[in-house]
């Protein structure tokens, strides 16, 4: 297959990657598990990669810029590279509605693909994969500056002040499979609050419960 030439890896179980490329617009056998998975492979890669390649910088610098490096922006552009638009499966609906095109299902399936090959073949070969796809994506000290969604404002937030990070757990989803919103619920555990957002993939629902807890931490506590 085409697609892993382009990956550099060829899957002993071809089905995770028939799964990883699967929208839940098409099967009930869909990506969003493996999506879970990969994006804490990926994390843990780019962070692995971060502190090898910038030894100076200390915690809160890594954290922005690996935010900025995972964000949808970068992994869409990523994967449009993969060709992931010609090969990701989504039903009719979707499909005519530009499925294909939209950043936030390119990006998700992107980490469902790093997650199957993760279970495909272990964290070495996953990693490897990570550093091919971000090789030619600058990564400087500068991209700092950038600016913070409001998953990293939280995250930044509650580091300044020793807490543990936030958590993040989806609980329902709303709509027809072609047109799918999910609820997802922001916690922070140490200060008992917990906030709810909606958004039309996982990770702008993420970012909605994010700047919800952001308002609410705002409004109640003298930051």
């Given at each position: ?22 929208h ?9 598990r493996l ?9 843990l890669a ?7 390649r ?53 990006a ?18 996953a ?13 400087n ?15 930044e937030w ?15 989803t ?11 619920e ?17 990770r702008a ?14 409004s109640?506590?003298?930051?």
């Amino acid at each position: 297959m085409a697609l892993q030439q382009r990956l550099q890896h060829v899957f002993s179980n071809p089905a995770l990657l028939t799964r990883a490329l699967t929208h839940r617009s098409f099967s009930a056998d869909h990506y969003e598990r493996l999506e879970f998975l990969g994006d804490s492979v990926l994390g843990l890669a780019i962070s692995d990669l971060l502190y090898a390649r910038l030894q100076d910088l200390p915690e809160g610098d890594l954290s922005r810029i690996r935010a900025n490096l995972v964000r949808q922006e970068t992994l869409h552009q990523l994967a449009v590279g993969l060709g992931l638009p010609d090969v990701i499966r989504l039903g009719e609906g979707e499909m005519r509605s530009g499925g294909q095109k939209r950043p936030s299902i390119l990006a998700d399936t992107l980490e469902a693909v790093i997650g199957a090959v993760y279970l495909d073949a272990g964290f070495e070969r996953a990693q490897a994969l990570v550093q091919r796809l971000f090789h030619a994506v600058e990564i400087n000290p500068q991209m700092e500056a950038i600016g913070k969604d409001a998953k990293t404002e939280l995250q930044e937030w509650l580091q300044g002040r020793k807490m543990k990070l936030p958590q993040y757990q989806v609980v329902g989803t709303l709509g027809v499979a072609h047109k799918q919103s999910f609820d997802v619920e922001c916690e922070v555990p140490e200060l008992r609050l917990s906030e709810r957002g909606i958004g039309g993939s996982r990770r702008a629902a993420e970012q909605a419960a994010a700047a919800a807890m952001l308002q609410t931490i705002k409004s109640k506590i003298k930051t």
